[in-house]
């Protein structure tokens, strides 16, 4: 009953395998909100040129070629870019006329994610500098690990606990000495996966005293990343911070989310950010 609207991302499989994700919402003939995995296909990058040639076969399988609607994506350049390769190619082969602009829509989870991004980290450098200590992570030589670790650190207490996490599962045995103190691991966060700097930090908060004791006692390796009292009550403030955009990711994912309660979303935390900053 309406145009088949697509949600499309690249997701890295466990085995490092790069998969797009294309999911169709529609409304059935029994007016019915319709969502349906439509393929799971590899690519072999991130271009824009690759998704397109692995997304135009899947539409020509299921036939909706010419009733594609919206096509939802993050904030990348490459979307902007399938997007135009989209409108050209409907309207050079099927003679259908689509709106680059006007069909493209952007994620409200990822931006949200880049919001929290710019909050954590205020400097450009920062967060190019965390993108290429992701990317290199756990396949470097010691002194580019050392380099990294320096890097991470001088964002401040979350820094300092992201490397902890990291020398925390760096061996089968370190992980087991966190595991006998804390019962359970701290979540690693990472750049691009939403909330989880949110994450990491709520969970090393119910867990303090085992972060400190495992700190201490791997004190040699560990001293410059050593969390005092000031630098806890910092990170406390930053979970209470960011506790709100987590459950604004949460309540405007999934089939409830609607543009009436993603402008409201938006508007609590426009006011929320308003006056955090004018307390600071």
């Not at 697509?6 to 490092?16: E, F, G, M, Q």
């Amino acid at each position: 009953m309406s145009k088949v609207h697509l949600a499309v991302d690249i997701w890295t499989s466990p085995n490092r395998h790069l998969l797009l994700g294309i999911c169709a919402h529609f409304i059935d003939k029994q007016h019915n909100l319709t969502k349906a995995l439509l393929g799971l296909p590899v690519v072999e990058n991130y271009s824009e040129e690759e998704q397109f040639t692995t997304l135009l076969p899947v539409l020509r399988e299921y036939v909706i070629v010419r009733n594609v609607g919206a096509i939802v994506a993050d904030n990348s350049t490459t979307n902007d870019t399938l997007c135009r390769a989209v409108s050209r190619y409907l309207g050079e082969e099927e003679g259908v006329e689509w709106n680059p602009v006007l069909w493209r829509t952007r994620c409200i989870g990822h931006i949200i994610n880049l919001a929290v991004q710019a909050f954590l980290f205020q400097d450009l450098v920062e967060i190019e500098q965390l993108a290429l200590y992701d990317e290199n992570e756990g396949d470097t030589e010691l002194e580019d690990e050392q380099e990294g670790r320096d890097t991470i650190q001088g964002i401040g207490p979350l820094g300092k606990l992201h490397n902890i996490v990291v020398h925390i599962r760096g061996s089968p045995g370190r992980t087991r000495q966190f595991k006998e103190l804390a019962g359970r691991l701290i979540p690693l966060d990472n750049r691009t996966r939403w909330n989880s700097w949110y994450s990491m930090v709520q969970v090393a908060l119910c867990h303090e005293s085992a972060i400190d004791a495992y700190t201490k006692a791997n004190y040699r390796s560990l001293e410059c990343e050593f969390l005092g009292p000031d630098e806890w009550e910092n990170l406390r403030r930053i979970c209470d911070f960011l506790q709100p955009f987590h459950e604004a990711t949460l309540k405007t994912q999934g089939d409830q989310a609607t543009i009436d309660r993603l402008l409201f979303t938006m508007e609590i935390h426009f006011q929320q950010a308003v006056s955090y900053f004018r307390c600071i």
